[in-house]
């Protein structure tokens, strides 16, 4: 597992890469609760090009990093998710409470 | 018939991705196309990662054993620990509508497989689980 974070205007962008599961997604929540408690990001953007695999534990995370982004008024969105990740997504119901955009260009363009 | 496959492995999450290989191929043997076999991988692993939180409580070191085999124009599961029982009527998921972290394993598992048997055995849990070919998994609403 590889996890970058990376600044493109008032968005900081989490790129993900491995699998997450229940061995790993402690440090991509981790990560995501860090930008947004202690750095106070507008936008956190999570980059999932390259995520393969997801699981609940995986799903939970994402569900608590933007849980957290509404208690500080900040965005969450989500792009480049996998076939294997976006059917975790609606197998959960959860897809449609989240921002999920194609790609990084869509995701930075969102209004 | 006996099971073809016997997995015996540690209850330590670094070795999910394993587990994980060994069914999504066994699956494909028994005849599942690419999405089932997805799916049903992702129904074992929940299930283990489940018997790692809840039965294991966290600790890595506990004994898991995994047994695989077709029958039944299907795919039969079977994941043996001897960790903490859990009750049928505790075993509940989450609802869905409550968006929050958690509980959604179950759910997960539930969804996937065509039949969901938990055993809380003297001094063992059984979860056996069958998923039939031509069982579509339906997902979103």
Redesign the interface.
């Known amino acids: 597992m590889n996890i970058v974070t990376r600044q493109q205007g008032n968005s900081t962008l989490v790129d993900v890469q491995g ?1 997450i ?3 790993n997604s402690p440090e991509v929540r981790k990560i995501i609760l860090e930008e947004l408690k202690e750095k106070k990001v507008a936008r956190l953007i999570v980059n999932l090009t390259g995520v393969r ?1 997801i ?3 995986g ?3 994402l ?2 990093g ?2 957290v982004s509404r208690s500080m008024s900040s965005r969450f969105m989500l792009y480049g998710l996998s076939p ?1 990740a976006r ?2 997504l ?6 449609r ?1 989240f921002e999920v955009y194609g790609t990084e260009q869509e995701a930075l363009q969102a209004k | 018939m006996d099971y073809a496959v016997k997995l015996s492995f540690p209850s330590d999450p670094r070795y999910l991705g394993v587990v994980r290989g060994a069914v999504e191929r066994f699956a494909a043997l028994t005849g599942f196309d690419e999405e089932d076999c997805r799916w049903i991988t992702l129904a074992v692993h929940e299930a283990l990662t489940n018997v790692i939180r809840h039965a294991y409580h966290n600790q890595h070191d506990q004994p898991v054993e995994l047994r695989l085999r077709e029958r039944d124009e299907g795919m039969e599961v079977v994941m043996v620990d001897h960790g903490t029982g859990v009750k049928q009527e505790e075993m509940c998921g989450r609802e869905l509508d409550d968006v929050r972290p958690g509980g959604l394993g179950l759910h997960m598992i539930r969804e996937i497989m065509s039949e969901t048997q938990y055993l809380p055995l003297e001094g063992r849990n059984e979860l056996h689980l069958f998923k039939k070919r031509g069982s579509k998994t339906s997902v979103g609403e």
């Open positions: 699998d599961d229940l061995y695999y699981d609940s534990s799903v939970a995370s569900v608590e933007l849980k294997a059917e975790v609606e197998l959960s119901r959860l897809i409470v």
